[in-house]
């Protein structure tokens, strides 16, 4: 009997049809391997995942293969992106053991949850040096029924050698100049200069190594950081990365030059890069920037938000190329034959804007749509007709598919991003759709005990307890909100939401984070990874949620739990800055002070008080954070005792328990936070 059609994850309901009789991870499912004396398939995807759709059609929609399934294994699906700390402890013995990881990721386990033996994707028969998913198996089958010893000395091995890795924390001494120095050295010898970016294929966009390096401009004034940043950022804009008619970012490109991507749009990706551009336009005033963090921002509202709100987790590779098959990309790429039967005369015109050749830069002769470097003018108001056209013929294909479930931590970046970039381009509509998925968080994943629940979908939450990483990115989106809309509730939500996190997510001992709470479901280990990956560590991303908090309120226990935090990025830093990068962006923020702005007007809407307050968010000092609000107002600690000045509007700046005098001209708070 297959389990899941009652799941909120829409990964697991597109295995509710499969003839396997999956269970989702549930302590029943181990208890019904146990009394069955089976081994249990472990199997790791998620809905976007192009090849955790092939091994779903080869092998578990198989009847043979799920017949063999049903008989010799208790089988178990989990949605990485609703159940992470399970992804966690299981990846990191599958690339303990085997070097390497990914997803579909494949696992056969112990009944009590103990692997031995790994996997990624199986193909249907043997090739390439890879087994079959049936070989597989049936050698599973065969050692736990004939050489059971055996699985049971490795599984306890593998168990023992994971319980004694050990993070290298350094407890309370967080990086300092020599550190974040030694970083940005490493960073640049990785860098690839022709290309932008930092490493071969495939290539990910490195939101958060960039985020390092704005800061770090912004605090030393280091050319070559800002040159970074600027230059893989163009980059990646103008290649096929980026969506060229209806903005946002793809999850990575295959090659080396941003040409091809692996075409699933996540939310997670597109609201780091947007922050990222608008940031990269706050400190340079970057067209480009500006016109990407916009159409990414209009991107995730119209094609990721939910009848509720929030924001859906992903937009599928794959989808129907018009002939009933689905095929990666088929969505987003263009032949010339394609351009001529929609733009007529403007065909040619438009294939050389884009790049579009007679070979392809794709598949079968497809092209995916880029912006190259070339000389020559093109007539602004023809090349915006010709995208007019060619997205409302896209918008007529057969879209791919959305994995509409709302994740507690994507949604946290989602609102720090579009109140930020609503703030900064004076687009009031992308502040209320941040509002709107910040107030679907409180109502429906935020309980009485100010407790996250991960993930909801169609107005139900889930079942599954929020992690460390929901904890830190709805904090930092709560204060990000604050900082834009003046209202103190968002910053009274992350208080609490922090509060968790130094209760149940932090080693009272050394101050180092876990990224389950200690009262969550007991796993073969308990993970704790500082490193950044995709989005944030939800080490890291605390780390700077405390610190914000902090900065707002004087909290001393914040700031010391912030700092403890960073202890580990003293360590990791110099030697691996790429997998660390939001942890040496909060570094920066600390080293900077944070600076505190406070802004107070008069009673009634005020000129002057926006104009300061529109030039406090424009700073480019690192982590400042700012508070708006009339004077004598208890809206925000900051606020308290700033009267105003000559009766007029004022801002006030303060860092590392100093403070300068007020001020009420803009172009003086402009200098005072590196605007």
């Not at 392809?360 to 007539?379: A, I, N």
């Not at 107005?459 to 809309?485: K, Q």
């Not at 009272?508 to 796993?523: F, I, K, R």
Request: aromatic share 8%.
């Amino acid at each position: 009997m297959n389990r899941l059609a009652h799941e909120t994850s829409p990964y697991l309901l597109q295995h509710a049809d499969n003839p396997v009789d999956w269970w989702p991870w549930s302590a029943e499912a181990f208890e019904a391997a146990r009394t069955a004396d089976r081994p249990v398939l472990l199997s790791v995807g998620y809905s976007s995942c192009h090849w955790c759709h092939v091994m779903a059609h080869e092998s578990f929609e198989d009847r043979a293969t799920a017949d063999f399934l049903n008989e010799h294994f208790v089988s178990v699906k989990v949605d990485r992106e609703e159940r992470p700390d399970v992804d966690a402890v299981y990846m990191e013995a599958v690339q303990a053991a085997t070097g390497q990881g990914g997803w579909p990721m494949t696992v056969f386990l112990t009944p009590d949850a103990e692997p031995f033996y790994f996997g990624t994707y199986f193909p249907p028969a043997p090739r390439h040096g890879m087994p079959s998913f049936r070989q597989v198996l049936e050698g599973v089958r065969s050692a736990w029924a004939d050489r059971r010893d055996e699985v049971a000395e490795v599984a306890g091995k593998i168990v023992r050698d994971l319980a004694q890795r050990e993070i290298s924390h350094q407890g309370s001494r967080p990086p300092g100049e020599q550190e974040l120095a030694q970083a940005l050295l490493g960073l640049t010898r990785e860098y690839d200069p022709q290309r932008g970016g930092f490493s071969g294929a495939p290539k990910f966009p490195p939101s958060m190594v960039i985020e390092f390096l704005l800061r770090h401009h912004a605090r030393t004034g280091a050319d070559g950081a800002l040159q970074m940043a600027a230059d893989t950022c163009e980059r990646m804009a103008r290649g096929g990365l980026y969506d060229q008619l209806g903005g946002g970012f793809a999850r990575y490109s295959v090659d080396r030059d941003w040409v091809v991507p692996h075409f699933e749009k996540m939310l997670y990706d597109n609201a780091l890069l947007c922050r990222v551009y608008a940031h990269l336009w706050r400190a340079t005033g970057s067209e480009l920037a500006r016109r990407v963090a916009l159409e990414t921002a209009d991107f995730m509202v119209r094609e990721l938000r939910t009848g509720e709100g929030g924001f859906a987790s992903a937009l599928d590779a794959d989808s129907d190329d018009g002939t009933g098959r689905h095929v990666e990309g088929a969505y987003y790429v263009w032949t010339p034959a394609q351009l001529r039967e929609v733009l007529g005369d403007d065909a040619d015109l438009a294939a050389q804007y884009f790049g579009v050749t007679a070979e392809g830069t794709f598949e079968h002769g497809r092209s995916v749509l880029q912006l190259p470097q070339q000389e020559g003018v093109f007539e602004a108001e023809k090349i915006e007709s010709v995208k007019r056209r060619l997205f409302a013929e896209r918008a007529a294909r057969p879209a791919p598919g959305r994995d509409d479930k709302v994740v507690a931590a994507w949604n946290g970046l989602a609102v720090a991003a579009l109140a930020e970039t609503g703030a900064y381009f004076d687009r009031p509509d992308l502040v209320e759709a941040a509002v709107g998925a910040a107030d679907l968080l409180v109502r429906l994943h935020l309980d009485d005990h100010a407790r996250l629940t991960r993930t909801s979908r169609d107005g139900r939450a889930g079942a599954h307890a929020g992690v460390l990483e929901d904890y830190g990115d709805v904090a930092e989106g709560f204060l990000a909100l604050a900082s834009v809309t003046g209202e103190g509730v968002w910053l009274d939500f992350a208080g609490l939401l922090l509060d968790q996190v130094l209760d149940r997510f932090t080693d009272p001992e050394n101050g180092a984070l876990y990224d389950t709470a200690s009262d969550a479901e007991q796993l073969i280990r308990r993970p704790q990874d500082p490193t950044d990956n995709a989005v944030p560590s939800g080490w890291t991303a605390a780390a700077g949620a405390l610190l914000g908090f902090a900065a707002h309120t004087g909290s001393e226990a914040h700031r010391t739990a912030a700092e403890r935090a960073l202890g580990v990025v003293r360590t990791l830093g110099p030697r691996v800055p790429r997998f660390v990068g939001w942890g040496l962006a909060v570094a920066e923020a600390l080293l900077d002070g944070p600076r505190e702005v406070a802004v107070v007007g008069p009673d009634a809407p005020d000129p002057a008080t926006a104009a300061l307050h529109r030039t406090a968010l424009l700073g480019t000092a690192p982590g400042a954070v700012v508070a708006v609000g009339t004077a004598g107002s208890d809206e925000f600690p900051l606020l308290a005792d700033r009267p105003l000045v000559g009766g007029a509007a004022a801002a006030y700046v303060c860092r590392n328990f100093t403070c300068d005098a007020p001020t009420t001209d803009p172009e003086r708070l402009r200098a005072a936070l590196g605007g």
